[in-house]
């Protein structure tokens, strides 16, 4: 079993910054791919950025391109989420989440998932 945990939600104003983490328990999470995904109020979860078990590999969903960035510390068991240039409809509450596929990820279909954290954007 594998628990995700994550924490850095929280107010911002466009154009800021915030950095996610997301703390990783349990066996073989070295193993596994790990991602974010997002669901916004009356909007469907959707998938964010995802990075391989090495973190060589790392993909992003194209409303995140070039202003987002994941990254992850395995001696840590974490998995990390930049995010830069905040718009108010990155407002959501994001999710880790963590599966040995990371097209599952992409897919949003992950195995493992944390409870989530608020990220708030002000125009």
């Known amino acids: 079993q594998v628990q995700l945990v994550e924490s850095g939600g929280g107010l911002v104003q466009a154009g800021g910054s915030l950095r996610l983490s997301c703390a990783a328990s349990?066996?073989?999470?070295?193993?596994?791919?790990m991602g974010w995904a997002r669901q916004a109020p009356g909007k469907e979860r959707e998938f964010v950025a995802v990075?391989?078990?090495?973190?060589?590999?790392?993909y992003y969903s194209d409303s995140v391109k070039g202003r987002f960035t994941i990254s992850r510390d395995n001696a840590k068991n974490t998995v990390y989420l930049e995010m830069n240039s905040l718009k108010p409809e990155d407002t959501a509450v994001y999710y880790c989440?963590?599966?040995?596929?990371?097209?599952?990820?992409?897919?949003?279909?992950?195995?493992?998932w944390g409870q989530g954290t608020q990220v708030t954007v002000s125009s």
């Open positions: 989440t963590a599966d040995g596929s990371t097209t599952t990820l992409m897919k949003g279909r992950g195995n493992y």
């Open positions: 349990g066996r073989a999470v070295g193993s596994l791919g």
């Open positions: 990075t391989s078990w090495s973190g060589a590999n790392t």
